[in-house]
């Protein structure tokens, strides 16, 4: 069975940094793309970025609100994948979802329930 | 950027009622395009990817369907489970956009 959990969620002071992590399990990481979503509370799904499979280096893309100061790793011997997020503004404040992308296509599958990060002084 | 423009932003049904979201690109996505339902407190479910493929699980009164830029998410009939927000996603480039969001409500 497909499992994707979120942690590392919580409360960081603006200019502050958070790591976040997914631990995959039910499936070869390595094999996959995989996404970040975040979702600000009340509104709707923004797509934060991705990193590409192994056998593409693990190459990654993002959004231009978050290039520069999010950076997504993955470390396949832990089966997780990472969120860097760094100097941090209130408008980072939302739930962070990651999400598997199906082999072969581009199209997302599987999700994880969700953490909470809230920037606030 | 691709801009995903969803109809209607919210819609009241009854149960057994057929309901029809749209979706509109901005640019020509060919079918790279998904469809995901949203419950209060939860994560996203994908329903449809490729504009019309079914994901394992979903039932069979999900459907969508193409026409050029044109996107439709159809529910034949309305279950009680199925009251939530809906967003459609185009994933032909960088970045990944979403639609609005569509609230199906109980009438």
């Known amino acids: 069975e497909v499992q994707l959990v979120e942690s590392g969620g919580g409360l960081v002071q603006p200019g502050g940094s958070l790591r976040l992590s997914c631990a995959a399990s039910g499936f070869t990481l390595s094999d996959h793309y995989m996404d970040w979503v975040r979702q600000a509370p009340g509104k709707g799904l923004e797509w934060v970025g991705r990193s590409r499979d192994k056998a593409h280096s693990y190459s990654t893309e993002y959004a231009a609100s978050v290039k520069g100061s999010f950076t997504i790793s993955i470390d396949d011997w832990k089966n997780s994948v990472f969120l860097q997020m760094n100097s941090l503004n209130t408008e980072d404040t939302a739930v962070y979802f990651c999400?598997?992308?199906?082999?072969?296509?581009?199209?997302?599958?599987?999700w994880g329930q969700g953490t909470l990060v809230t920037v606030s002084s | 950027d691709i801009q995903m423009t969803q109809s209607p932003s919210s819609l009241s049904a009854s149960v057994g009622d057929r309901v029809t979201i749209t979706c509109r690109a901005s640019q020509g996505i060919s079918n790279s395009l998904a469809w995901f339902q949203q419950k209060p407190g939860k994560a996203p479910k994908s329903l449809i990817y490729a504009a019309s493929s079914l994901q394992s699980g979903v039932p069979s009164r999900f459907s969508g369907s193409r026409s050029e830029t044109d996107f439709t998410l159809t529910i034949s009939s309305l279950q009680p489970e199925d009251f939530a927000t809906y967003y459609c996603?185009?994933?032909?480039?960088?970045?990944?956009?979403f639609g609005q969001g569509t609230r199906l409500e109980i009438k």
């Open positions: 999400a598997r992308v199906i082999q072969g296509n581009y199209a997302q599958d599987y």
């Open positions: 996603q185009q994933y032909k480039s960088y970045p990944i956009t």
